[in-house]
């Protein structure tokens, strides 16, 4: 799987690269507009092996910006830095809640394609980047942060819709292609996140 997600990583930084030395050429195609994102994010833990592990989605939300690296009339690469609050909950049989907080720094890397006007189609691979971590029941907040590892490769898949004027809209799905948990034979644990939100892009130069 990280085999897969490097070269996936690579052909997409690659494509990058060409479109910003493309951009210098007099009649070419490319350019860049900046832009800032937030939304909501519906986020879980896939638990795998362990069959007393039974969460619910948590609501939280993602924030940060990006560069919209337009190659084409129908194909972009769009890199992202986002701030992004995951985890999961459950109701335990005292009534009482426990909630998983994970604060990640995600950096994803997407290929877009354009279809009809203002419409995208997206999917590329996502660093993610574990800052802190912590589990709380009740009144009871525990830091679980020594028990995950400290990077997440995922894929992301989504679509987006753009308006003349730069505002957007997006909806996106993040699969965890690699194990999370740190903690030896204890199954493997993966991120699982729906992200939802709204963005703007300034003016491509």
Known sequence: MKTIFFAGAMTLTVMSMQAQSHKDRKHSDANVAFGIKGGVNISNLHF??????????????????LAHIHVSKYFAVQPEIMYSNQGYKYDESNNTTTKARLHYINVPVLAQFMVGTGFRLETGPQLGILTAASQKSGKISVDIKDNLKPIDFSWAFGVGYVTPSGFGVDARYNVGISNINDVPNSGSINNRVFQAGVFYQFAAH
Not at 48 to 65: I, L, P, R, Y
């Open 48 to 65: 795998q092996n362990n069959n007393n592990v039974n969460t619910d989605s948590k609501v939280s939300f993602h924030a940060g910006g």
